[in-house]
């Protein structure tokens, strides 16, 4: 995706499970604009100089499913891909878990299957 302070603006506004706040000290999924928000006091040029564009979208992952994380970050990036002018691409073709995350989310399944059947 074309980097774009506007679909940046898009992707935290359409996202349904991220709140959008500057407090990342939480069990919910959070989104924010670190140059609009916690960072705005900064100037930009200083912002600039440390790596710090203002197109960036932080996000904070709570404990809410990861894959309805990524189906509400895939269909916001969506919107923000069309309302820039570009093709939209699905979130999934890029995102792929590691191994190691992989055999996490078996092991929680797992863990969850076994808390049903009790």
Known sequence: ????VQASQIIAEQTQLFKIT???GSVSSSISLPC??????IPAEIR???GLPDHLVRISVGM???EDLL???DQAIHKAMQ???QEP?????YVQPSNKEAQLLQRIAALEKQLQNK
């Open 36 to 41: 609009y928000m916690s960072h705005a006091s």
């Open 22 to 24: 500057v407090s990342f």
């Open 71 to 73: 189906a509400d970050l």
């Open 1 to 4: 995706m074309r980097c774009s």
């Open 48 to 50: 600039a100089a440390r």
């Open 89 to 93: 691409i699905p979130l999934t073709k």
């Open 83 to 85: 309302a820039i002018g």
């Open 64 to 66: 809410e499913h990861p």
